[in-house]
């Protein structure tokens, strides 16, 4: 008998949804906080099909989710940065 097929990841936007509304619950002002994307999660945030339309947002050359900035590259794995020295991994 085959083993159990492991659960698929959770998609990014669900991910960093959980994180910044946690952050949010501690008293982190979305404007103080980073998502820093690896290139693959920025392009899968981008085509998720279930991100309402208010929650992603594009001015003036930066990406927004839930308020928060997206820097785009430079890190292996997707973190979330809360502005401080904590940081909220995916």
């Known amino acids: ?52 339309v208010q929650d992603i947002s594009f001015d003036a050359g930066v990406m927004r989710f839930l308020g928060v900035k997206v820097a785009t590259g430079g890190v292996t794995v997707s973190k979330l940065d809360l502005g401080g020295s904590a940081e909220a991994g995916a």
Not at 4 to 28: C, D, L, M, S
Not at 32 to 44: G, Q, W
């Open 1 to 52: 008998m085959a083993p159990p097929r492991p659960k698929p990841p959770a998609p990014a936007a669900v991910t960093f949804r959980n994180a910044i509304e946690r952050a949010v619950q501690e008293g982190v002002a979305p404007d103080d906080m980073t998502l820093h994307l690896t290139l693959r999660d920025d392009a899968d945030l981008k085509r998720d099909r279930t991100i309402a």
